[in-house]
DNA sequence: CTGAAAGCGCTAACAC
DNA sequence: GTGTTAGCGCTTTCAG
């Protein structure tokens, strides 16, 4: 920076002001430092700023799962929007457990990070109290409930498992089941199963059929909770399943036992994968917006970095029903 | 770290030590700072010590796409062993393109980050040069040719093509052809399409018929293609897909027309993708270790900070033929 | 609008 | 094995 500033006959105050907040300098002074700037190919080096101003351009993210195409569509937004303004993203990855988290958020905020974005409300109490004590905008993502920590960017899950209810309600279907995987890890998938049983009792007026495998969703865990659901239960003509992937797998399920769908057996996902278009039948699903979380967050960051006043919000993003043949 | 240095009853330079490299401070005096670093919670600033040592625990990252399962696996895999260790990663989305790839390495360099990591071995000539000119470890992942920058992990996409189609040549098809998109763009899909097409010359005789479209591979461009194909070449009886999503799409395309797999056409993916094992039919592909890449480049990366000795190296991970049902 | 000067919190020679 | 000391390369008051 030193030389940048001789070549261009300013002093490093002059240099550091041009590069960081432009309106500051005078334009001609703002040129010669450019000039001088791309003359020597210097690149200021982010942790002496870092440290000097006690904030980077860095913000932390921690997703449960990055094979969960969910969160990689969410993350992919999200630089997108992110790099071009000079953010640099610091992945976690969870594997949904508190523990892990906790130790991300605890050095994430050794980087001094601009934002700290976390998938979900459900934290260990003590991850809350550090990341509320760092005084830097904090968003939770993929969930809405109460009490966010600061921003909070998603949609209800239980509204999600509702809608799927009523949607095989809707098609006439009455001995319907809910079919998910590791529900008591992740959360999100829960929700989504509750609302459902709520319709059902509501409705019906009898506790909801769920059928539930601990391994992780996935194609595998769909069709083997899908040949359960139908051992318990071979009535069955509506199936809610907790994800996209796992009605992928029990479609094909169905297909190896000849189980007509729709017509035995109405089927309906979530996530709306690319695949679920151009199954055989096309897959009725319910659509979160993947990436709209994802610059939603971005956007939303930017914003409070811009503006200091602005404050934190609660964005519902929403989630649509996708009819398709599949029920 | 100077609070902590007066509860242990040291200088800041024994808390360093006893921080970093335990090993050079005596038992007694270590346990003593361990316990006042408890104490006051004490969470060491990474640009202060970064910026002192000109180098970070960072790694910088750079995927051409979070969407695609394959970089998501191998990402997954290796914040799982570089979390532990300390380090971060430091995530770029180069959406395919070189120039967005350049300007992320600018910015990873910026942080002094400990290695950077690539995907492919195709860069602007600029972006090898700074490489090559940080003096950290530098690994391209995914691709394994002639040339490497410095370490190289992956494997040749050219003899999977061959493999591919040699497989549909051992199941007795001689009529077969290569499906893949965007292969302008994705190099190593386009090495995997020559390499099937060198073998088809070889054995048949005859230039191969492959058929590509220019949007990016998914379950939808799969089943487009394979309609293209079909309208070009009726009587085609064998189909390598470029990857298992399209291959998924081709296999639905089949299912929706009444073309028996693999009765009428056999059908060969890669990636072996969750779904694989459990569609109707099973698809046959070729795996990639999508997870041991990520697994092998941490390794690696590790043993080389570990040993400032330890040089660069190139590891095939290999890939393996999975023969299912559809062919 | 610009420059001088004082650190930001840590690491790494170098002595002891 | 441990302490002293001199920065690492910037940003940011504070003057002018």
């Not at 334009?27 to 000039?35: F, I, K, Q, S, T």
């Not at 991300?104 to 550090?130: C, D, E, K, Y």
């Not at 029990?250 to 035995?264: K, T």
């Amino acid at each position: 920076m030193a030389d940048v500033a001789r070549l261009a006959g300013v002093s490093t105050s002059t240099v550091s002001r041009a590069l960081r907040r432009a309106e500051s300098v005078s334009p001609a002074l703002r040129a010669r430092v450019h000039e001088a700037v791309a003359a020597l190919g210097y690149v200021p080096n982010s942790m002496a700023g870092g440290l000097a101003a006690a904030r980077t351009r860095t913000v932390g993210v921690i997703v449960p799962s990055l094979v969960n195409s969910f969160f990689a569509a969410t993350l992919d937004a999200m630089t997108e929007r992110l790099a071009p303004r000079g953010y640099q993203i610091m992945l976690g990855n969870s594997a949904y457990s508190p523990e892990t988290e906790a130790a991300l958020v605890n050095s994430f905020l050794s980087w001094s990070p601009a934002a700290i974005v976390l998938t979900g409300q459900a934290h260990a109490r003590a991850t809350m109290q550090r990341l509320l004590g760092a005084g830097i905008p904090i968003v939770e993502m993929w969930e809405l409930g109460e009490n966010a920590l600061d921003s909070l960017v998603g949609f209800s899950h239980r509204a999600v498992g509702r809608l799927a209810a009523r949607h095989l309600l809707d098609r006439g279907r009455r001995r319907i089941a809910f079919v998910g995987a590791a529900l008591d890890e992740d959360r999100r998938a829960a929700q989504r199963s509750a609302g459902f049983a709520e319709v059902v009792r509501e409705q019906l007026g009898r506790p909801a059929v769920v059928v539930a495998l601990p391994q992780r969703a996935s194609a595998a865990t769909g069709g083997l909770a899908l040949a359960e659901l139908l051992a318990r239960h071979p009535d069955v003509d509506g199936v809610a399943f907790s994800n996209d992937a796992m009605a992928l797998g029990g479609l094909f399920e169905c297909q190896r036992r000849g189980i007509g769908v729709p017509a035995d057996l109405a089927l309906v996902g979530f996530g709306d994968l690319d695949f679920a278009a151009w199954s055989t039948p096309a897959l009725s699903t319910i659509r979160p917006p993947r990436r709209e979380i994802g610059l939603a967050v971005a956007d939303h960051l930017l914003q409070r970095f811009d503006d200091p006043h602005a404050g934190p919000t609660t964005i519902d993003v929403g989630f649509e029903l996708v009819p398709r043949a599949s029920s």
